[in-house]
């Protein structure tokens, strides 16, 4: 009896060891595989810009979730670093004759520094509070972009006047759905692969003790302000770049891309999926496109039937669609084993 | 001028307070910030509409009130009391999920036109206060906070069930030991709480109008109050509401460019100095 419950607790407590880096990296192309047959096999371009679309907010989720998954943080506030990075692209592409590679680095590190910044601050705030303070946070640069009417447009958005090459590529490549999607997936993989990456160094683990036990992580004589600010400025990097992806299809930005619901959709992205592993939200994304598509076709009640299935995905289901696929793997391997032995 | 723009103020902290003390009450039971308040606020107002129609201000009034209390109860049985053991984060998007419902619901009975409803006889027209005049039924609206908070403190601080609820916010455990039926009372208490946003939506059904984000604009705001006063605390709350009542109707005036921020960046001022708020030990 005893062996059984010991054997059992050893399960669930056991670390898993980190996947290798030629692992990681096959997994990525394997990835890069998915993205390409779906990009060759997908005819329709109504299902193709949906796709696109749901692989930008992706690598919303991914940021959002890195957060959740690290810090153990909920912010409801990471649409202020979506629309913020699209902001600045437009206000650098339309002020100054940059190229736009230079303007995107310098969008992406401007984002980094500002997100430190203020999560050294903010991260001490505990628990819930963290979350309504960043509600507030991003509340209020949305009221600010939506009043400087004079510089972002106000309510009607900022076209952003892109030169016709970027990166050496027609921008028409950047605003068709089918070119598009292969960018904005390569961009997610990569992101995935180098956190992924990031969290085999001692970075992933020492985030991980802060988030169970900050306190005892003190006493062992870590530091835990910084990597916390640090887990912040990464996520909303990644953040960032989902926004910069947007900024670049669309050629539009629009203070909507601020607002605390979008943060809040994105969040439901992540629970859906699943935030205890790095792709679970982006899975969680993409789920949300095409079901919202799909009962979106069929009603127009398609919020009432999104909340009842969140919620329902919530109460039943608290790992999502990673943590359920995780269980499936495990349970199939363990059934192939048995058959083997 | 100044005066009014103070009284202005009053008017929408007591409303804010409202709304807020029901937030503080569901928080302080079952640890649940229930993003679903200001939907509740919004239905409240919806109902009031529909009933006043037939019966009048008073029974909209009542039927709002009685309607979203026994929402609140429904939601405590079927809802947060099956929740209780599991993560605050599972609870606050399931009360997320429960906003996008009552929104919907809200829409597809009403559409997305926005609607007034009009005061009661007795409280039209204006009153002559400090050489200029002002209208009666914000003034209703400061009596009615007042009353609210009166009656908040009265049953908290001497009851028996406010002693219950006092204790069972401080420590559930304890309470259960000593043979209080904490289900029951959160029962109770959520009613109340989701009671008083429909109370304070029906209130401002005159003063603002009748929109789908009437909610989502005062569920912030009442954040911002709970989170400046320390979650989970009534003196907090209130004397959150008053300031920030004040800072929106002075801000309104004296810096309108940036009167929409001065409330965000109270509540960061506030945090970044006690994270745990103005009054609140716990979070």
Known sequence: MSAIISATAL???????????????????????????????????????????????????????????????????????????????????????????????????AIGVFAFGLALVIVRVPGIAFGMLTLAIGQSFYVLVSKSRGFTGGADGMNINFPAQVFGVELASFQNPSSMFLICWLTL?????????????????????????EERVRFIGFRTLLPRAAVFAISAMVTAAGGILSALYTGFVSPESLHWSVSG????????????????????????????????????????????????????????????????????????????? | MIAIQILNGLVYGSLLMIVASGLVLIYGLRRVVNFAHGSLFMLGAYIAYAASLQFGFGGGLAAAVAALA?????????????????????????????????????QSVWGKQSYSLPAPEALQGTVELLGSPFPVYRLAIVAVGALVAACLVGWLRFSRIGL??????????????????????????????????????????PFLSL??????????????VVVIGGLGSFAGAFAAAMVLGQVQALGAVYLPDLAALLPFALMTAVLVWRPSGLSGSRV
């Open chain 1, 189 to 213: 993989v990569a992101l995935v692969l180098l956190l992924a990456l990031l969290l085999r160094t001692g970075f992933g683990p020492l985030t991980e003790a802060i988030r169970e036990n």
């Open chain 2, 70 to 106: 026994a929402v609140g109860f429904c939601l405590d049985r079927f809802g947060f009391r099956l929740l209780q053991d599991r993560d605050p984060l599972t609870v606050m998007l399931v009360t997320f999920g429960l906003l996008l419902v009552f929104e919907d619901v809200v």
């Open chain 1, 11 to 109: 399960e669930e407590t056991q670390v898993k060891p980190n996947p290798g880096v030629l692992r990681l990296c096959a997994m990525a192309a394997a990835a890069l595989a998915v993205g390409l047959a779906v990009s060759l096999s997908v005819a329709s371009n109504g299902l193709m810009s949906l796709l696109t679309q749901a692989t930008i907010y992706a690598v919303f989720a991914l940021g959002l979730g890195f957060l959740l998954k690290q810090n153990g943080m909920v912010s409801f506030g990471h649409a202020l670093f979506f629309g913020l990075a699209g902001y600045l692209v437009g206000a650098a592409v339309n002020l100054t004759g940059w190229p736009v590679g230079t303007v995107i680095v310098m969008t992406l590190a």
């Open chain 2, 164 to 205: 219950f609820i006092r204790g069972a916010s401080t420590d559930p455990v304890t309470t259960a030991m000593q043979g209080v039926n904490t289900d029951r009372l959160s029962g109770g208490v959520v009613a109340v709480g989701a009671a008083l946003a429909g109370l304070a939506g029906v209130v401002s059904g």
């Open chain 1, 265 to 341: 959709t994105v969040l439901i992205m992540v629970v859906l999926g699943g935030s205890r592993t790095l792709w679970g939200p982006a899975v969680g994304a993409v789920v949300y496109y095409l079901f919202r598509d799909f009962v979106g076709e069929h009603t127009t009640h398609w919020m009432s039937i999104f909340g009842v299935s969140l919620i329902a995905v919530i109460v039943l289901w608290p790992a999502g669609i990673a943590g359920g696929a995780s269980r499936a793997a495990t349970g199939v391997k363990q059934f192939v084993a048995r058959r083997l032995a």
């Open chain 2, 211 to 224: 929109s789908p984000t009437m909610g989502s604009d005062i569920l912030i705001d009442s954040f911002v």
